[in-house]
């Protein structure tokens, strides 16, 4: 029997990171569109 409440920890905790991933990689993606911007001006 799973424990409710560490599984739901457990799914927190990955949503947590993945959430923390994806802004990673959506802040890698906008900071050389940032930079082009930039040098275009």
Known sequence: ???PLKS???GF???????H???AI???LS???EAAMY???
Do not use: E, G, I
């Not at 905790?13 to 959430?19: A, P």
């Open 13 to 19: 905790r990955f949503l947590w990171h993945f959430v």
């Open 8 to 10: 739901s920890v457990c």
């Open 26 to 28: 959506q802040y890698c």
């Open 1 to 3: 029997m799973l424990n």
């Open 21 to 23: 991933v994806l802004s």
């Open 31 to 33: 900071l050389p569109n």
């Open 39 to 41: 040098l275009a001006l």
